[in-house]
């Protein structure tokens, strides 16, 4: 067996080379390679010592999952059971299905790295029992392999990242398959259809304070914007220090006081609020329970 123990700098050089070609197979929104697809399906599983499934294609992850759902779930099933069955079954399947799944051109990450070293190191013998796996990589979306049956997802035909790479689209869905399936997200973080579609100024900004997830908050402000935000939602500030207010803002007629850290978030430079403990009569001490104690002061750097 060869064994590779440095590069020349002839091989490092060609890294970008590798890291293209596989950054856009596990971008690319063009249609399956179907052809090409069910080669690579049929090899691993002679690779793995197993005949050739029969392949069925799917218009998404989802709908894969969901196949495999009824079809495991419901083949026993007598019709009048299966609203029942649906109920206590296919959410679990429909789970288990994404760890038991190819994830096809998104696995684009790790079988790049084998490319390389068969292409530029010439290591063919070494990677020669993922080559069904890499040409189903190359050619289509998400897979799930059982015995004699194969179900295999094209690939998403819509696809859109902010610079740093996250899904983000404001307006519409930023991925999408064919059959339907969408993600709509904002910065990386998955929102609900109608923060994404819902133009900024249509947007009740008190809808804000009812979720209690803290990126989709903060993506909301960011969206809605911090200033009508503060403008429409009841608020009295409380102490302001730099970049942080400590704001107290009711939000029904129980809960006339309930506090809020308004600070800059430093992963994404942008300001959003933060729920903090009802005691919280400062800044600090706000920054302080963030921090896991209300006590002892804590100095982050945006404070200083």
Known sequence: MKKITTLTEEQKARFPEFIQKWTDIGLSTSPANRKEAEAGIIEAYAIAGL?????????????????????????????????????????????DSVWDSG??????????????????????KETQKISGLWKIAANAGWFLPHKNLCWVSERHTVLHRNTQGRLHKDGSAALEYPDGFSIFALNGVRMKPCYVTTAAEQIDPKVVLAETNVEVRRELIRKIGMERFLSVVPHKRLEIRGNYELLSIPLSNEIQDSRWLKMVNPSVGCFHVEAVAPECSTVQQAINWRAGNIKV????????
């Open 103 to 124: 994830y096809g051109q998104h696995d684009a990450n790790w079988i790049g790295f084998y490319d390389y070293f068969k292409i530029v190191c010439g290591l063919e």
């Open 297 to 304: 002061d804590w100095a982050p750097e945006v404070l200083t």
């Open 51 to 95: 005949p050739a499934p029969k392949i069925v294609w799917c218009g998404s992850p989802l709908s894969q999952g969901l196949t495999r759902a009824l079809i495991f779930g419901l083949k026993d099933a007598e019709w009048k059971d299966i609203q029942a069955k649906i109920g206590d079954s296919v959410r679990d399947s429909v789970r």
